[in-house]
Structures are given as structure tokens and as C-alpha cells.
């Protein structure tokens, strides 16, 4: 018997489409039931690479961890991969085929949509159900035409879905009924309920609202969720979860170490800082454009990137790199995270125009090595351990591009197959690797920490992920109808 499937779209952006797919994978899971997430099409420079050689967006790399499966290509077939402000790279089930500008992209998805379709199939002959998450917002009627991502997957795939929007940004009522108006009759119709995500404070005030909002669309009212303030813990998938971590700040008391990084535009996997962030003697800053980076900073950590050069182009833009080698210069440490790693060299190559024209230009030359991209991307799960420390971790590659020179005889990581990692400088202030996910390894942190002589914590960061989900998936069953939310799905 195939499996039955329900979709769940957003108004917007950032209403908890992805944290909620997660938390009902995951209650599903706990009651037995083989669940499986997919999303058609996500754009995203947080990715995670899959078990079958590919990679796909972060959030349903957590969503899978959430039903309790291995992640798959098939969960995610297209996803788009920022470069600049009109462009994007395109990956379709896992591999990276090209290059598109918007206006270019969206006469392509014709072409893609087989592909979504297949995958969702493969998904389908091995789930009791599939979850599937939208893209942005189910209104955005400019954008129907061709699309894949929303109702135009829903339509194609015959999916019912359910609309969720966000009390905590205001004007919900008129996000969800103003969805149900501008869209097209049949399009409407594809949408069977409502779930209003993110209250605070009493719930009953907003009965009447649920009430409303019903009566105007036709919809099932499916749940109230309150706001569940442990979903700032789980790895975010949009950028737009760096607004909010540039605005938190930790309390001077107990700080042993005081990180900044630079938020530059093209950021990527910055989710390798939150085991940091979780540590109660750590301040990780994120560090905006406009600001320099604090003279008080302990170490300066240069993130993933999605278009390196760039990137760089727009640290100096900003003045970083003055504060950075200042930084050194008063013997402060600098740490580079693949795309930040590459930039702390003497030289990047772009001999085949990988990101944008060909070219070569002068790192921040604080190691001494030289990076050049080639037309393989390296997509890899890794297991190793610590050459300062011997401490095992674990993490992935995911990386267009080899660097080489005299300061990588002085790696950082040694691979389980032997391999080795990353760089240092003679005076071991300045270092930088490949290698995603570090820090999520207890032991290897742990050991990092150790060396600015700061003792990490005794919690563990993946049973935590682990506990937020099951405390999430909870929370969902006790605030959102789950038996009539299953009844519509088909």
C-alpha cells in the first residue's frame, strides 16, 4: 500500500516549517510509524552532506535525524545554493549540475520537476508517510508558474497541505486568510488546515482568532503551538537565524572565552558554532557589517562560505582583515573553517571560473598556502582524530577545492584512513581546516577548549539535540490535533 503524504507551507519565511516537520518526524517515529521528510526544493548554504553521496539542506538533514533515518539525496532534490544576489548554484539529488541567475532558474524548474517527482516516489515506497515541507510562502502567486516548491509540487503530486503561519511576528489572521484570497480557487483548495505556531503568553485570547480565521478560509483549525524557546538550539537552516544570534549576548560572568565572527554575506554552515554557543563559558559574538571585530576577542573564527572570493572581497570591504592581522599581532588566535580557511592563505585560483570569472587573487596570507578550485567538490563523511590532542571527532567535507603549501605539514586533523587536514602556522596562532562538525564532537571540543585553558562543560551535544526534538514532539502532541492532522493526510 502506498504511502499517504501531507504538506506543510508557511505564510512566510520563517514561521516553523522546518522545526515542525522535524517535531512531528519525530513523534511519529516514537509511536512506531516509518515517517520520512522531503522538501521538493530548498534554497540554503547550510547543508549536510547524505549517507548516498550527495548533500541536501540542513534542515532536512535534522529532520531525518528526527524520524530516526539516515539522510538521503531524495529528501531534498533540489536545492539552491546562494552565490550572490541574483544567482545561485543548483544541486539536483545531491550533485551539483550548474549555475542560474533567478530569472534563469525559473524556467528551468519545468525540467527539474521530474526529478522532484522521482524522488518523492522513491520516498513514498518506503515511508507509512511522508512529510513534506514548502518553500517561503504559499502565496507568492508571482512565482506559481512553473513552480516546484509549493502548491505547484502539491498539485503535480496530489498532496493535501496544511498552512502555518507566525502570531509572533503579528498580523496572522490576515497572512493566513490573505493566502486563501490570492490564491488561485484550485490551489486553495489543495489546502486542507491551519496551524498558528509561536504563541506567547495566554492562549485563550487568541481563540476567537482561530475561530475567524476559519470561517473566512474553510480551513480545519489543527493548533495553537506555543512558543517553544529550545528551537534557537537546534541547527537553523535560513540565514535569517542570523539576525538573532547577532542580537544575543552572554553575560560577562563566567566567560572564559570570547569568540567573534564575522557574519559575512555569502555565510555558510554557521551551525558548526552552536556547540560552541551551547557552552556557559564561551561567548560566541556575531559580528555585523558595519562593526569591527572587539579588540577583547580571544579568537577570531572565519566560517564556511559560499563563494569565497567574494566573501573576502567583502571582509576587506569591511576593514576585517586590518582587524584581524591586528589581532594576531597582539597574539590573539585566528581559526578558519574551510571557506574561512582557504581566504587565511596567501592565494586563491579560480582557473575554471567556479565562482564567477576566472581568476586569482591574494589571501589574507596568515598561512602559508595557496588554494585552487577544481570542478570536483568533495562531499564526505570523516571520522579522525585531534592531531594536538588525539581526541576523536567527527564531522564532513564539502568543499570545491584542494590547498596546499609549506604550512600543511602541520595539519590539524588526521582522517581515519589516514589522511590528513587543515594547517597551522610556525607560531600555532593561526589555523584552519576542511572539516565541518568538530565541535559537535564532545571529546574534540573538549580538547580545542582545552588549549586556551578553558574546561568544557560535561554536556553532550548531540544527546541534547536528541532530547529538544523528543521534548518538541511533545510539545506538538499536546497542542496541535495530531489524529485529525493524520486523517487529511492522503
Known amino acids: ?120 516516489g522513491r520516498l513514498k515506497a518506503d515511508a507509512d508517510i511522508v512529510l513534506v515541507e514548502g518553500a517561503g510562502s504559499a502565496s507568492e502567486i508571482n512565482l506559481r508558474k512553473n513552480d516546484i516548491a509549493n502548491l505547484g509540487f502539491s498539485r503535480a503530486a496530489g498532496v493535501p497541505v496544511i498552512l502555518i503561519g507566525d502570531i509572533d511576528r503579528g498580523g496572522v489572521i490576515a ?24 504563541m506567547r503568553g495566554d492562549a485563550t485570547l487568541f481563540a476567537d482568532g482561530m475561530a475567524a480565521i476559519a470561517k473566512m478560509t474553510g480551513w480545519a483549525p489543527l493548533g495553537l503551538v506555543p512558543f517553544f524557546n529550545d528551537a534557537r538550539k537546534l541547527p537553523a537552516e535560513d540565514a535569517l537565524a542570523l539576525r538573532d544570534l547577532a542580537k544575543a549576548s552572554k553575560s560577562n560572568a563566567g566567560v572564559k572565552l570570547r569568540i567573534a565572527v564575522p557574519v559575512l554575506p555569502r555565510i555558510s554552515n554557521f551551525d558548526d558554532l552552536d556547540p560552541l554557543r551551547g557552552e556557559p563559558s564561551i561567548a560566541v559574538n556575531m559580528i555585523e557589517p558595519g562593526r569591527p571585530i572587539p579588540a577583547d576577542a580571544d579568537l577570531i573564527l572565519l566560517p564556511g562560505s559560499k563563494a569565497t572570493i567574494d566573501d573576502l572581497a567583502a571582509l576587506r570591504a569591511e576593514g576585517w582583515d586590518i582587524d584581524i592581522k591586528a589581532h594576531v599581532r597582539r597574539g590573539g588566535r585566528v581559526l578558519g573553517l574551510c571557506g574561512g580557511y582557504q581566504m587565511l592563505g596567501k592565494r586563491i585560483s579560480d582557473p575554471a571560473g567556479i565562482e564567477g570569472p576566472r581568476r586569482t587573487v591574494e589571501g589574507l596570507g596568515l598561512l602559508d598556502v595557496e588554494t585552487e578550485f577544481g570542478t570536483e567538490k568533495t562531499l564526505a563523511a570523516v571520522t579522525g582524530t585531534l592531531n594536538a590532542k588525539g581526541a576523536p571527532f567527527q564531522g564532513y567535507e564539502m568543499h570545491v577545492g ?23 602556522s610556525p607560531d600555532g596562532r593561526v589555523a584552519g581546516c576542511y572539516v565541518h562538525g568538530i565541535f559537535a564532537s564532545d571529546a574534540a571540543r573538549a580538547a580545542i577548549l582545552g588549549t586556551f585553558g578553558v574546561e568544557a562543560s560535561s554536556n553532550s551535544y548531540e544527546a541534547e539535540i536528541d532530547d529538544i526534538l523528543d521534548s518538541f514532539a511533545e510539545h506538538l502532541a499536546r497542542h496541535v490535533a495530531i489524529d485529525d492532522l493524520l486523517s487529511l493526510a492522503k
Open 402 to 424: 584542494r590547498t596546499s603549501g609549506p604550512d600543511t605539514a602541520r595539519p590539524i586533523l588526521t582522517f581515519a584512513d589516514g589522511r590528513r587536514d587543515g594547517a597551522t
Open 1 to 120: 500500500m502506498p504511502a499517504r503524504a501531507l504538506m506543510f507551507s508557511g505564510t512566510g519565511s520563517d514561521v516553523g516549517k522546518s522545526l515542525m516537520v522535524a517535531g512531528l518526524c519525530r513523534l511519529l517515529a516514537n509511536r512506531g510509524i516509518r515517517v520520512l521528510p522531503f522538501k521538493p526544493q530548498n534554497m540554503s548554504n547550510n547543508a549536510a552532506v547524505t549517507a548516498d553521496g550527495g548533500e541536501i539542506g540542513r534542515a532536512q538533514a535534522l529532520q531525518a535525524r528526527a524520524a530516526r533515518v539516515a539522510p538521503s539525496v531524495h529528501m531534498n532534490p533540489v536545492l539552491l545554493k546562494p552565490e550572490s544576489e541574483t544567482g545561485a548554484q543548483i544541486v539536483v539529488q545531491g550533485k551539483m549540475i550548474g549555475s542560474a541567475r533567478a530569472r534563469e532558474f525559473q524556467a528551468k524548474k519545468p525540467e527539474l520537476l521530474p526529478a522532484v517527482l522521482e524522488s518523492f
Open 175 to 198: 497572512s493566513i486568510v490573505g493566502t486563501e484570497r490570492v490564491l488561485d480557487p484550485d490551489d486553495a483548495a489543495m489546502i486542507r488546515g491551519f496551524i498558528v505556531n509561536k
